[in-house]
């Protein structure tokens, strides 16, 4: 008789069933068999200095690999550690498995160690929740939290796993162990709706598709492509869907980052809206008030959301695509991407200067652009902070899938998910350079991972947009309550190089232009995970900033 313990069934049903690579967690007593079972099974865990990382690598883990991502961490304090992260991914649509510790069943009500009810705390940022009760129901159990994460609307899941079903034995042949089910259900538009659809996109004149993360999820960037190069129609991917197709293809207008569409957008009669939900970062659809809308969506309930459409096709965005495609009219619309080019174009005029122009101080957007030089597009981008999201979404192109990564100006709006994002960019793509453009507030949260990124080695670069402050914050105040009157948004100068140097990792300071590039190049050639601290511009301002305070002060 073959005796298995819980914790490595556990391991054995990610291994030989999921195909699981990696594992992100902090020790904990209540998980230690899991821990073990992951070692037996050859599954890489890799072991962080907070849980708060653990789960925000695991999501990032999904938009890298476009596989779930598996976070595993112990009861009470690294199941609360790990909520941020959790709750970032749901806003987010990402398909992430946390398996948690729990106390023992049998202590229930005791005050047993790390005893919280955790599946009522965790509920409202989960698609699926579940505590597992019995040691041979424990692949049943991962099985249905997987298809619960990916099928439909991806999202969270959780499930816990009490030490008293995990240290046990159980005779092998007693369980039954699920097959994975690696098709999707499909859902499909009626094609009544399809051809309504088609008849909007060939009538429309100045025509605009934006993508979202249902883009990136789809795994869909050929069907973009189609759909774009057969009907002339631009296009912006944002979010996850970014880099679904690379940002220098001939259509897409992510040359010109957000100003791009917020330019385009007063000017449609038509938007065709691609897994984007129309939420405050699309100012809820209210600024094209007179287009008509199609919408392409996995949620039904999502069509309507803010703004009510006037074709709405539930289901996959690729699917979808690759029926429409066919039924659309090829056109040529370059006046109208000539136009919308110029439009944007008129815009960034400054923001083009700042990035040609050496400065002193250093301007972020010459940073971001010296950046870029030095390192191209073939990379991944990861940027963290207020004003600091905006300039290096703005100014950074990569030509991979989810290459340019801006996690903070999602919906959470989550600050300090830079490193564990840069730290699971790099693991999933060790070959290529992942650099990591941190304003220096973000960077404090989970500046102590370089220390995992040291004794893992994961060799990312991170750049610290260093303007002593919680910039956006502190911009945001002196618009509202005055220069003078700036509350708890000051930091000052500190030497975060010497605090990666201290770790084991390679440190440089930079205040000078001319010295970005050398610095830059020395940082990557050390192959050590690093930290190039640029002393930037206090005063500049990103117009994110400016959304963002007009958006909290318009009441
Ligand atoms: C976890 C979290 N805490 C606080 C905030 C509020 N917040 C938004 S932007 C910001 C300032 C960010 O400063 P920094 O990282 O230095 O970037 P900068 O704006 O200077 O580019 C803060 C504190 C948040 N969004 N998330």
């Given at each position: 008789?073959?005796?298995?313990?819980?914790?490595h069934?556990?391991?054995?049903y990610?291994?030989e069933?999921e195909?699981?690579?990696?594992?992100?967690?902090l020790?904990?007593?209540?998980?230690?068999?899991?821990?073990?079972?992951?070692?037996?099974?050859?599954?890489?865990?890799?072991?962080?200095?907070h849980?708060?990382?653990?789960?925000?690598?695991?999501?990032?883990?999904?938009?890298?690999?476009?596989?779930?991502g598996?976070c595993?961490?112990?009861?009470?304090?690294?199941?609360?550690?790990?909520?941020?992260?959790?709750?970032?991914?749901?806003?987010?649509?990402?398909?992430?498995?946390?398996?948690?510790?729990?106390?023992?069943?049998?202590?229930?009500?005791?005050?047993?160690?790390?005893?919280?009810?955790?599946?009522?705390?965790?509920?409202?940022?989960?698609?699926?929740?579940?505590?597992?009760?019995?040691?041979?129901?424990?692949?049943?159990?991962?099985?249905?939290?997987?298809?619960?994460?990916?099928?439909?609307?991806p999202?969270?899941?959780?499930?816990?796993?009490?030490?008293?079903i995990?240290?046990?034995?159980?005779?092998?042949k007693?369980?039954?162990?699920?097959?994975?089910?690696?098709?999707?259900?499909?859902?499909?538009?009626?094609?009544?709706?399809?051809?309504?659809?088609?008849?909007?996109?060939d009538?429309?004149?100045?025509?605009?598709?934006?993508?979202?993360?249902?883009?990136?999820?789809?795994?869909?960037?050929?069907?973009?492509?189609?759909?774009?190069e057969?009907?002339?129609?631009?296009?912006?991917?944002?979010?996850?869907?970014?880099?679904?197709?690379?940002?220098?293809?001939?259509?897409?207008?992510?040359?010109?980052?957000?100003?791009a569409?917020?330019?385009?957008?007063?000017?449609?009669?038509l938007?065709?809206?691609?897994?984007?939900?129309?939420?405050?970062?699309?100012?809820?659809?209210?600024?094209f008030?007179?287009?008509?809308?199609?919408?392409i969506?996995?949620?039904?309930t999502?069509?309507?959301?803010?703004?009510?459409s006037?074709?709405?096709?539930?289901g996959d965005?690729?699917?979808?695509?690759?029926?429409?495609?066919p039924?659309?009219?090829?056109?040529?619309?370059?006046?109208?991407?000539?136009?919308?080019?110029?439009?944007?174009?008129?815009?960034?005029?400054?923001?083009?200067?700042q990035?040609?122009?050496?400065s002193?101080?250093?301007?972020?957007?010459?940073?971001?652009?010296?950046?870029?030089?030095?390192?191209?597009?073939d990379?991944?981008?990861?940027?963290?902070?207020?004003?600091?999201?905006?300039?290096?979404?703005?100014?950074?192109s990569?030509?991979?899938?989810?290459?340019?990564?801006?996690?903070?100006?999602?919906?959470?709006?989550?600050?300090g998910?830079?490193?564990?994002?840069?730290?699971a960019?790099k693991?999933?793509?060790?070959?290529?350079?992942?650099?990591?453009?941190?304003?220096?507030?973000?960077?404090?949260?989970?500046?102590?991972e370089?220390?995992?990124?040291?004794?893992?080695?994961?060799?990312?670069?991170?750049?610290?947009?260093?303007?002593?402050a919680?910039?956006?914050?502190?911009?945001?105040?002196?618009m509202?309550?005055?220069?003078?009157?700036?509350?708890?948004?000051?930091?000052?100068?500190?030497h975060?190089?010497?605090?990666?140097?201290a770790?084991?990792?390679?440190?440089?300071?930079?205040?000078?232009?001319?010295?970005?590039?050398?610095?830059?190049?020395?940082?990557?050639?050390s192959?050590?995970?690093a930290?190039?601290?640029?002393m930037?511009?206090?005063?500049?301002?990103?117009?994110?900033t400016?959304?963002?305070?007009?958006?909290?002060?318009?009441?």
């Amino acid at each position: 008789m073959s005796q298995i313990t819980g914790g490595h069934l556990v391991a054995k049903y990610l291994k030989e069933i999921e195909g699981v690579e990696a594992v992100f967690t902090l020790s904990g007593a209540h998980i230690e068999n899991i821990l073990d079972g992951l070692n037996e099974f050859g599954i890489r865990s890799v072991d962080v200095r907070h849980e708060q990382a653990a789960s925000m690598m695991a999501h990032a883990w999904s938009l890298y690999t476009g596989k779930p991502g598996v976070c595993l961490v112990t009861a009470g304090p690294g199941f609360t550690n790990a909520l941020t992260g959790i709750a970032n991914a749901f806003l987010d649509n990402a398909p992430l498995v946390v398996l948690c510790g729990r106390h023992p069943l049998r202590d229930d009500l005791k005050g047993a160690l790390q005893e919280m009810n955790q599946i009522d705390m965790v509920k409202s940022v989960v698609k699926w929740s579940a505590t597992c009760h019995d040691i041979k129901r424990i692949p049943e159990y991962l099985s249905i939290a997987f298809r619960q994460a990916v099928e439909g609307r991806p999202g969270p899941v959780f499930l816990e796993l009490p030490p008293d079903i995990l240290s046990i034995a159980v005779d092998l042949k007693s369980v039954d162990i699920p097959k994975r089910r690696t098709l999707k259900t499909s859902v499909t538009p009626v094609k009544e709706d399809l051809k309504a659809a088609a008849k909007l996109i060939d009538q429309a004149k100045r025509p605009l598709l934006i993508g979202g993360s249902g883009v990136g999820f789809s795994e869909c960037g050929k069907q973009v492509a189609a759909f774009a190069e057969k009907t002339g129609i631009p296009f912006a991917l944002l979010n996850n869907g970014r880099g679904a197709l690379p940002d220098s293809h001939p259509r897409s207008i992510n040359d010109g980052g957000f100003t791009a569409v917020m330019a385009a957008l007063p000017q449609v009669d038509l938007v065709i809206i691609v897994g984007l939900r129309l939420n405050w970062v699309m100012e809820s659809g209210q600024t094209f008030p007179d287009a008509k809308v199609v919408r392409i969506d996995i949620d039904p309930t999502e069509i309507d959301r803010n703004r009510t459409s006037d074709v709405g096709l539930a289901g996959d965005a690729g699917q979808i695509l690759d029926l429409l495609t066919p039924m659309v009219a090829s056109k040529d619309r370059s006046q109208w991407e000539k136009d919308l080019r110029a439009a944007y174009g008129a815009f960034l005029v400054t923001e083009r200067e700042q990035r040609e122009t050496p400065s002193y101080p250093i301007h972020p957007n010459r940073l971001v652009a010296q950046i870029q030089k030095v390192v191209g597009e073939d990379a991944y981008y990861v940027v963290d902070g207020g004003d600091t999201s905006y300039y290096g979404s703005a100014g950074f192109s990569s030509i991979h899938k989810a290459g340019v990564t801006a996690p903070a100006s999602s919906l959470l709006g989550c600050i300090g998910t830079g490193v564990p994002f840069a730290l699971a960019a790099k693991i999933a793509h060790p070959n290529k350079p992942v650099i990591l453009l941190n304003g220096d507030g973000s960077f404090g949260f989970n500046g102590m991972e370089f220390d995992t990124a040291v004794r893992l080695n994961i060799p990312i670069v991170c750049v610290v947009n260093n303007d002593c402050a919680w910039g956006m914050i502190k911009h945001a105040q002196e618009m509202s309550i005055g220069p003078e009157r700036c509350t708890c948004s000051e930091l000052g100068t500190r030497h975060y190089e010497k605090m990666v140097e201290a770790l084991g990792g390679y440190g440089e300071f930079v205040e000078k232009d001319e010295d970005i590039v050398p610095a830059l190049k020395r940082a990557i050639e050390s192959g050590k995970p690093a930290c190039v601290n640029v002393m930037t511009d206090c005063t500049a301002v990103s117009p994110a900033t400016v959304v963002f305070y007009q958006t909290l002060s318009d009441f």
